[in-house]
């Protein structure tokens, strides 16, 4: 799949010469009568068995593809579910693979039920020569899989008339234009039937486009709300708190996964399988018939994405207690305030001074993104070492590091207590020479101005990552 072929596979093709068909319509004499196979490796006739005297949806996909046929498919998914028990009665669905050659029956039967098709949605495959018939008759001529028509052919094998809708916006509309296709639900004729009527006459001038087609700049023009942007690419698949769909349920994602990860994963989760990132293989291997497309999803998209399945999920973020920070005595030997903490960002580290390695190279790395920027943010290193590390030893330990990270220091228990609200975890192992060690969590735990744990970051997140993070924490 070439990255910056959406746009390109998206725009309108040809538009249907004339010529194609009789003038009255395409019926018998146009539409390719020829064996079609189902996902339940039944043969039926193209038009006999599936086009006369029905209202059908056409579109046109292969299982492999990686971006716009999930998501065009989950529009039908959706569709389906809103026009009810008329699937299947009079309207039909038919998703017919252009690559027959791969999409065998069992295959398509795996993809039919990860969208949950029910009985009058087909998805086909068969002879590619015949399949190419159907494609070419329906005005797909591109020799490219990757550059196929993405709109859908919406058709009455009774009265011969066909359309193209575009399945990628709105969902009503597309699901009024597909009951439109009854003449009788019309009530009179339509601009758009009229359109067809006066102009050339016959299915040729029926056959248009009716609206731009999809590529994330013309669905989501610029940045637009979280839950526009689910609405239109990822409700199809998700939902937040009522169960697993095509894709798990979201519903507490943010308790599950951390900030860097989802949002790597939305920009381009073709990338994290390819690299073997375990959490995404462990997905695939929950959700076989389907994977999570790659959509087009940029930095801002994600984080307003994030916030909103945050926002709708019923598993909320913990909220941190301040108070159990403001207990702890600082490097200063004082106390934070709530009103040092209340409000804003900071992170929370956990640590001891005797660390060899991951606790200076945090507290760098720290200094490093503070450094120079003036901001107020605050990194709040606690102790885990309150034997050793008196207010003292952590004044003189932070003397290398940026100033706006503070030391804090307790007593056993004020200190179980904080890291209990971080899940964070610290243990003493005893060294050779009579000293000891800590083992401790080594993140960086980030949280947001209302007191939730927002996510987290450690050394080894790549550095950009760590100030998209943070940048997006200070935006919040
Ligand atoms: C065509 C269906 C489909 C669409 C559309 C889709 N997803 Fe997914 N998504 C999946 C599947 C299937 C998985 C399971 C993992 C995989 O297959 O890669 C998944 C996994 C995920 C995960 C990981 C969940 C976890 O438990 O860690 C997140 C997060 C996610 N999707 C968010 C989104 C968002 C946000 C959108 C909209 C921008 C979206 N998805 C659109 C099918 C879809």
Known sequence: MRQLGLAGLLVLALSVGAGEAGAKGWGKDYVPNVPVVTQDGKTLKFYDDLVKGKIVVLSFIYTSCKDICPLSTARLGEAQERLGSRVGRDIFFYSISIEPERDTPERLKQYADAFHAGPGWLFLTGLPE????????????RP???????????????????????ELG???????????????????????LAAAKDGAPGPSAAVRPTTVPYDRGHVMEGRQAGSAMFAKLCAGCHTVGRG??????????????????????????IKMRARKDPIALALAAKFPGVRMPYLQIHDSDAADLISYIDAH?????????????????????????????????????????????????????????????????????????????TPEVLKAYLAAFDSHITA???????????????????????ESNGEYSLDHTVKSYLIDQDGHVAGSIDPETPEPDQRRLLAWLAAR
């Open 244 to 269: 697993d769909h095509v894709g798990p349920d979201l519903d507490g994602l943010t308790l599950r996964r951390s900030r860097a990860w989802i949002t790597e994963f939305l920009i381009n989760p």
């Open 313 to 389: 999920s019923r598993q909320q973020q913990p909220t941190i207690a301040l108070d159990t920070l403001t207990a702890l005595t600082t490097h200063e030997g004082t106390h934070l305030t709530a009103a040092d903490l209340k409000g804003q960002p900071f992170a929370v580290v956990f640590g001891y001074t005797h660390c060899p390695d991951v606790c200076p190279t945090t507290l760098l790395q720290w200094s490093n993104l503070l450094g120079g920027t003036g901001t107020a943010f605050k990194v709040l290193f606690v102790s885990v070492d309150g034997d050793r590390d």
């Open 170 to 192: 709105d969902i009503e509309h597309f699901v009024r234009a597909i009951e439109d296709m009854d003449p009788a639900a019309r009530g009179g004729p339509t601009a758009k």
């Open 144 to 166: 490219d899989l990757a550059d196929h028509r993405n709109d859908v052919v919406l058709g009455n094998g009774t009265t011969g008339e066909w359309q193209r809708e575009n």
């Open 408 to 430: 804090l220091t307790g007593d056993a228990a004020q200190l179980a207590a904080v890291a209990a609200q971080f899940g964070a975890s610290y243990a003493k192992v005893a």
């Open 130 to 141: 015949d399949i190419q018939q159907i494609r070419y008759k329906f005005g797909d001529r």
